[in-house]
């Protein structure tokens, strides 16, 4: 026999799961101050960044991946209506259902869902744009501005966190 210690009692024994960490490295380039090597973006954070480069991006300009990115620069010069807000909606939700595998638009399941599974800065208001429970990709257009407001409801795959995203998107002129 090799050695083995088994104990007897069974309630010795504890199963845990350990969540996914994602890291991705910051675009920007700029030295840590604590490490001075470059800055490491983790779990949310990595997947907000790389959520919003999809939508910056246009196809073919990510280097030997000429697929990953989406055409929503185009319509920022369109006027900022429903019909527009519309096609931005569907542009950013192909790009990241199709780029990005970290995110899910799917609600999690009734039985996996718990009150500290959701991460959400504000609660329910009067004319907001969607419910607190939809996932989703919702676009407000800023007519005085000429820009959108894009709010990104996304799960974590394989989680039951819900994390929202916010972001003003203008024409450069």
Known sequence: MLGYHVPRDDSTFQLSKKDKTYIDLSL????????????VLVDIRAINNAIKNIIMFMPGEVPFNRNIGSVVNSYLFDMPDEATASGISDEIRRAILFCEPRVSFRPPNPEELTGAAYMNDSPRVAGELFNQD???????????????????????TGTNQIVRVQEILTPTR
């Open 134 to 156: 939809d996932l989703g990709v919702f676009v407000n257009p800023l007519i005085e501005s000429g820009g959108f407001e894009v709010t990104v409801k996304y799960r974590i």
């Open 28 to 39: 920007a380039f700029v030295p840590s101050a604590i490490t001075n090597d470059l800055t």
